[in-house]
């Protein structure tokens, strides 16, 4: 049995996403609610170590 997650990512202006693979470089990520939206769904929650490519 596998124990390590993997992060899957195709937001391409991120500088930790390896495009080539759609995946995170990094071993891990901070999750973190949208403030004001209790949607309950995916959209109300983002990854916060997000890192612009520039």
């Known amino acids: ?3 390590e997650q993997k992060i899957n990512c195709t ?3 991120c500088k930790h996403n390896n495009e ?3 995946e995170c470089k ?3 990520i ?3 609610p949208v403030e004001g939206v ?4 995916p959209d109300e ?3 916060s170590s997000y890192k612009c490519e520039n």
């Open 1 to 3: 049995m596998e124990n």
């Open 20 to 22: 080539q693979r759609q």
């Open 30 to 32: 901070i999750v973190t």
């Open 45 to 47: 929650s983002m990854c």
């Open 11 to 13: 937001v391409t202006s």
């Open 38 to 41: 209790y949607a309950k769904n």
């Open 26 to 28: 990094l071993k891990s």
